[in-house]
């Protein structure tokens, strides 16, 4: 990790620290925020505190958003990217993500996967085909490339899975050894991280305001500031949805800078 990614994931947790902060001052009615008097000494305070939360809400992001959204629910975009769209996951998947699941042209996947031939990539057990046949009036030349079952890498099989995972991390070994696509592929990998935190932060924060909303509800009637906490709850689960989506684009993003990298080497 770079300097600047180092500074960009530190900011993005101190800002997801400090919405938890603010989301509990105005789900409690405190003041711990808003009339202190910012002294060093309160600064530093509260900047570790922040930067502590936004780190613990960026271990949830992963294990939630990355590790079970992403390469459970949704799967990767590295094997989506390289999948035939006419095999691609069909359902409402596919209608609330359809930028996600939008394939490479397939001039840029023959790209990959002939600089995968190039760079000797091994493909794992079961994926490719012993004797491919080229289609008559095919324009596209045999090669190690044609013999593997692209067509069915968005299809959820686990062999396909496996296929467009090995690809990926050879392909990301390769581009490491460029300074200039790397900056390419760190900028998007480090916006999706801020997003992602930023999605499970305005998640959280909903929660609190609710969580305030209820316990004020237990001592007292409804009132204006009850009304306003779910405002500011309605809104943080909007923002959450927002930052949703934009994290899902980085993440694609980072996925295409790394595939296309590695075909232009």
Not at 97 to 114: C, K, M, V, W
Not at 229 to 245: N, R
Request: proline residues 3%; hydrophobic residues 45%; contains cysteine.
């Amino acid at each position: 990790m770079t300097i600047r990614a180092s500074i960009d994931a530190v900011l993005g947790y101190l800002v997801c620290g400090f919405l938890l902060l603010a989301a509990c001052e105005a789900a409690f009615e405190g003041t711990w925020l808003i009339e202190r008097d910012w002294h060093l000494g309160a600064q530093v305070v509260f900047g570790t505190i922040a930067l502590c939360g936004g780190w613990s809400i960026s271990r949830i992001g992963l294990a939630l958003l990355e590790r079970k959204l992403v390469c459970g629910c949704l799967q990767t975009p590295e094997c989506i990217l390289l999948a035939d769209p006419s095999r691609g996951i069909r359902g409402w998947r596919r209608i609330l993500f359809r930028g996600y699941y939008r394939p490479l042209p397939d001039e840029t996947r023959e790209r990959i996967l002939e600089a995968a031939e190039r760079h000797g990539f091994t493909w794992p057990a079961g994926t490719a085909d012993t004797n491919p046949k080229r289609e008559r009036g095919s324009q596209v030349a045999p090669s190690l490339a044609l013999r593997v079952s692209v067509r069915n890498f968005a299809g959820g099989r686990g062999a396909d899975r496996s296929s467009g995972t090995a690809l990926f991390r050879d392909a990301l070994a390769n581009v490491e050894q460029e300074p200039a696509i790397m900056r390419r592929v760190d900028r998007s990998r480090q916006l999706s991280d801020i997003c992602r935190g930023l999605c499970v932060g305005f998640m959280v924060a909903s929660a609190i305001l609710f969580a305030g909303i209820i316990w004020h509800g237990l001592y007292s009637r409804w009132s204006q500031a009850d009304l306003r906490k779910l405002g500011y709850c309605l809104l943080c689960l909007w923002e959450s949805l927002l930052m949703l989506h934009r994290y899902l684009k980085f993440r694609r993003q980072y996925a295409v800078e790394v595939l296309t990298g590695y075909a232009a080497m």
